[in-house]
């Protein structure tokens, strides 16, 4: 036992963050027996911890936060966990009906689901992305309402005060984007600050809001935090998500629809 007594709160919460960071998850009463320090010690410096998004609490305990990794271009991720985006694009356009209103954000495995909407007819599709917009112009049976703003090349996407001006002006029954990173706790989270407005007032369109996202992206945080978990109505992902994190969506009156 290491006595925590000599140690400032700092010192101890990054020595504590190192014990999580080598055992993954550990609970209160063995971090007070580890640091010699009160469980209410150990329990606000986990709150300290979790508040930087460090760390994940669980009940008795925590674990270290699973940091999603840096995202390449679009354009460089197109052959990334494939096979699960064409599944997961598949069964998200299954979730639009024909004379549907939808928002399409950008990514990959948006742009998945756009290449599965050319059967249906009727539909008019907002979109801030250039790849989205681009793929759907194939089918003249879908009318294509394209955002102007300001173009972030990695994504090819509009974003920035033009964009979320248009946003305003649309009404979209169901929204349907990608997101960097999604977890119960720290809800939706991305790794680019200057679209983070923009992806807030795609959030705010009165629709159901589905998000589209490969295991990869489940259970992880991400920089910038985005939106609550309780933003979202359905989560279309595959089958290698994490079993406790699609039954703690279920818990939260989350709709998953895993492919």
Sequence with gaps: MESGVSLSSMERQEQLLLFLEQHERATVDELSQRFDVSVATVRRDLESLQAQGLIQRFHGGAKIARQAPPELPALNRREEHADEKQRIGRAAAGLIEDGDTVFLGSGTTVLDVARH????????VISNSLLVQNELSKTAAITVIGLGGIL????????????????AEVRAQKTIIGIRAIDVEHGLTNDYVPETMTDRA???????????????????????????????????????????????????????LTV
């Design 202 to 256: 795609i959030l705010a369109q009165p629709g159901q809001t589905i998000i589209v996202a490969d295991h990869s992206k489940c259970a992880r945080v991400s920089t910038v935090w985005l939106a609550p978990i309780s933003s979202v109505d359905t989560l279309v992902t595959d089958d290698k998500a994490p079993p406790e994190f699609v039954d703690a969506l279920a818990a939260h009156n989350i709709k998953v």
């Design 117 to 124: 909407l050319h059967g249906h007819r009727g539909l008019s």
């Design 152 to 167: 972030r090349h990695s994504e090819m996407s509009m974003i920035g005060h033009i964009t979320e001006q248009a946003l």
